[in-house]
Each structure stands twice: as C-alpha cells, then as structure tokens.
C-alpha cells in the first residue's frame, strides 16, 4: 500500500570530454560530485534533470564530473582532491562527505545534500546565516529526529526497554544521534547501548554483541555505511529476530521493521536549485541551510508478522507506505 508516490528514476549522466566542453558557446560551469551512496547514480540523475528543467545542459553549458566512493573519510577526501583542481562548485553527498569537504577547502562554493546536523558538526554558523562556502540539505530535520524513531519502536514494542543503537565508529552523526537518544530514552524507560562497526564485516559480530547483551529492539543510525548495507542490516535484524527502526526507506524495503526519514531524491532535486542560486552570483554564505521537504514512514507489516509484532492502527494510519 502507497500512500504518497516514490519515484527514483534510475539513469546515468554521460561525462563529456574536455575538448567537447571547449565547443560549447558561453560559461561551461564545472560541477564535481562526490558521493558513497548505494544509488549516486540515480540521486546525481534527479539532480541533473532538474538542474536541466533550470536550463543547465550538460556539455552546453554545464560539465558534471562524479567520482563514487566507500563511505570512509580517505576515501572521500581523496576524490575531493583529485575533483578540486578542475571544478567551479562541489557538491557533497552525506554527513561524512559534508565533514571531509569542511577539512579539505574553506573558499571552493560546496553544496552538502543529505546531512545531519550541519550546525552540530561544524559545516555552517547556523541554518540561518551559514557563512563560509558551505550551504545546502540537511538530512535530520531537528534535533528530535531520533527520539520520534524511538517512540515509534516503543509503539509497535510497548515492553521495549533495552535498546542497541548501531552506529558506524567515526560517522559524525553518531553523537548526534546519541545525545538526541539520550534524552528522550529516561521517559520511555529505555535503556540505550552503542554499538559501533567500521565495515561490513563488523555486522554480524555486533549482532551477536546485542543478542549477547539481551537487547529487545535496534535504532540504525543513518549514515554512509548504514545506507550502503542496507539489506545486509535488515537480514541480520531479521535473523536475530530484532525489531529495528531505520532512516532509510530502503533499508524497510529490504526487511527492517520501521522507518522515518526524508525522500533522498527530493534532496537532490533541492540540491540542483542550490546549484542554480550560486551559478547565478548567490554565495553560499549567504543561501539558508534547507530541512528535506517532508519525511516519510514506512512500515513492512511482512517483517512485523515474522516477528510475531501488531503494529498499532494509529502507527499503521500515519504511514507513508506500508509493505505487506
């Protein structure tokens, strides 16, 4: 059942030759796009087509460059570096990617989709009045994010009272998902363990570590590694028989329980309006950091039935999406 319409057209976006770029009449501004996400290229494809509904062409007057890489802080700053020479803008997909931008330039226009708390980790001074050559998405719309995903496992689990918090080791958003947590955790008598991996292969050992230490229910926390396992996470989750809460759509597609977050191509598609504002004289400094347009839930009643869990009417009410 689908309640509101998601849509991910998958495409690619061709890469031009230089030469060619020399051809085209006018300004060639160049982009470089720098993403770990396990669908870059069909969020580059949103960002592309809307930057094209605003009269960007590529090879015309506009010449994308995208390099894709695992979602570790090297990785990352390492495709900045090769981008920075040869762009006009940067744009930065996920937390980590805002963090690496921040460490790698201070003066090249950067525009950062899908990040959370930008404030907390330093990208921007404020929403308001970013400053610097930061601006774009945020990821979490407040800081209450995290405790919503909460209550709503305690909904579907009402005797939930220990709960693993699974997070990537070094992913900026971990503290901030943590101390959002914390708070809201002592009024649902929630009991909260952290639990931090640096890869894939950590997974199943930190699974075996919360049935270990009797943990009743899992919040993932949204991050690059998180986004890219996916369906790894949702099989483990499943396996261990442990109701889960997600940021990611995907992820509840795949198996997870529950979800609350914001459609990730509409982000992109806010990203290119960005893109538009500063190719056009706007300077980052000054363009407000936006929250996504709305965020979605999205229930998977097959993995609450395997798990022998009633979701509640109201919860199954307010759904975005439910799979049965």
Same mark, same amino acid.
């Given at each position: ?9 998958? %495409? ?16 060639? #501004?160049?982009?470089? &796009? ?6 870059? $290229? ?27 890489? @695992? ?6 700053? *390492? ?13 930065? #997909? %996920? ?17 950062? =989709?899908?990040? %959370?708390?930008?404030? $907390? ?12 050559? !930061? ?17 709503? =496992? ?5 005797? =939930? ?8 080791? *070094? ?8 101390? &959002? =947590?914390?708070?809201?955790? @002592?009024? !649902?008598?929630?009991?909260? !363990? ?23 229910? /899992?919040?993932?926390?949204? *991050?690059? /590694? ?20 997600? *940021? ?10 529950? &979800? ?18 500063? /190719?056009? %004289?706007?300077?980052?400094?000054? /363009? ?37």
């Amino acid at each position: 059942m689908r309640r509101r319409e998601f849509i991910g057209e998958v %495409g690619c976006v061709i890469l031009l030759p230089v030469a060619a770029l020399a051809q085209a009449a006018g300004k060639v #501004w160049r982009i470089g &796009s720098v993403s770990s996400s396990a669908v870059a $290229d069909q969020l580059l494809h949103a960002l592309t087509q809307r930057l094209a509904a605003l009269g960007y062409v590529q090879g015309r007057n506009i010449f994308v460059s995208s390099l894709t890489v @695992p979602p570790q802080p090297k990785a990352i700053e *390492g495709a900045i570096t090769r981008l920075i020479p040869d762009i006009d803008i940067l744009v930065v #997909w %996920g937390t980590i990617g805002g963090a690496a931008a921040k460490r790698m330039t201070s003066t090249l226009p950067t525009v950062f =989709l899908s990040v %959370g708390a930008p404030v $907390d980790i330093g990208l921007v001074q404020s929403l308001a009045h970013p400053g610097g050559n !930061m601006t774009g998405v945020t990821f979490e719309a407040a800081t209450d994010t995290y405790a919503k995903r909460l209550q709503m =496992l305690k909904e579907i689990v009402p005797t =939930l009272e220990r709960v693993a918090v699974l997070g990537a080791r *070094g992913d900026p958003n971990v503290p901030f998902a943590l101390v &959002s =947590l914390e708070k809201a955790a @002592p009024a !649902m008598n929630v009991q909260l !363990m952290p639990v931090y991996v640096e890869s894939a292969n950590d997974l199943p050992t930190a699974f075996d570590q919360m049935v270990r230490d009797h943990v009743s229910g /899992l919040i993932v926390v949204a *991050g690059g /590694l998180m986004f890219v396992n996916s369906r790894l996470i949702a099989e483990l989750s499943l396996a261990y028989r442990l109701p889960s809460c997600h *940021g990611f759509r995907e992820t509840v597609v795949a198996g997870g329980l529950i &979800s609350l977050g914001p459609d990730l191509f509409a982000i992109a598609r806010q990203g290119a309006v960005y893109l538009d504002k500063i /190719l056009r %004289g706007a300077k980052p400094a000054d /363009l407000p950091v936006e929250q996504p347009d709305r965020y979605e839930i999205h229930i998977n009643l097959k993995t609450a039935r395997r798990l022998g869990l009633e979701v509640p009417a109201s919860l199954l009410a307010r759904a975005d999406e439910v799979i049965e």
